[in-house]
T-cell receptor, first 113, second 113 residues
């Protein structure tokens, strides 16, 4: 079945550091890929998405590129802020497949001033 | 604020009991999803309803059931509770049948003692 594997944390960075969170996937069809973010005490929010190969999703300084050849969707940000402290989830959805949004286990990021 | 309302925010109960979690989707959204989040299992999809009908089923136990009412709010019923059912239960809604963009509530924290 469809699955998502993402690097597990927790990860602690200093403000203005570069961030990469790895995500790879396995899917029976042609999935859409997502990054969701969960701030402390809140529900998940969609951060960005990409629906086809080589698409780049971006939002709030975060970027991720849909790489079909490596089945990856790594999340990057050039300079993190304290306010980026959260749990980040990679997810996929295959229309006509399992018809559900499948999440990775999440990675907790803490950014220190 | 995602526009998705979940009640109650916290629930403490004993093993063997039954509880009901409630979710009001964003205005106009027809789909409601239920997810269970725990430290060991991560975010697990339970069930989806679209316009009152069950559309997709995930890892939902037989002791759990859900429904979506004509006003589109949804309830998740958990019965014969066990210690392992302690988790954060999220509801999410979307405008379409597919989970291309989900809006999550802030969750119900269930503690089974």
């Amino acid at each position: 079945g469809d699955s998502v594997t993402q690097m597990e944390g927790p990860v602690t960075l200093s403000e203005e550091a570069f961030l990469t969170i790895n995500c790879t996937y396995t899917a029976t069809g042609y999935p859409s890929l997502f990054w969701y973010v969960q701030y402390p005490g809140e529900g998940l929010q969609l951060l960005l998405k990409a629906t086809k190969a080589d698409d780049k999703g971006s939002n709030k300084g975060f970027e991720a590129t849909y790489r079909k050849e490596t089945t990856s969707f790594h999340l990057e940000k050039g300079s993190v802020q304290v306010s980026d402290s959260a749990v980040y989830f990679c997810a996929l959805y295959t229309q006509g497949g399992s018809e559900k949004l499948v999440f990775g286990k999440g990675m907790k990021l803490t950014v220190n001033p | 604020d995602s526009g998705v309302t979940q009640t109650p925010k916290h629930l403490i109960t004993a093993t063997g009991q039954r509880v009901t979690l409630r979710c009001s989707p964003r205005s106009g959204d027809l789909s409601v999803y239920w997810y269970q989040q725990s430290l060991d299992q991560g975010l697990q999809f339970l069930i989806q309803y679209y316009n009152g009908e069950e559309r997709a089923k995930g890892n939902i136990l037989e002791r759990f059931s859900a429904q979506q009412f004509p006003d589109l709010h949804s309830e998740l019923n958990l019965s014969s509770l066990e210690l392992g059912d302690s988790a954060l239960y999220f509801c999410a809604s979307s405008a379409r049948q597919g989970p291309e963009k989900l809006f999550f509530g802030s969750g119900t924290q269930l503690s089974v003692l």
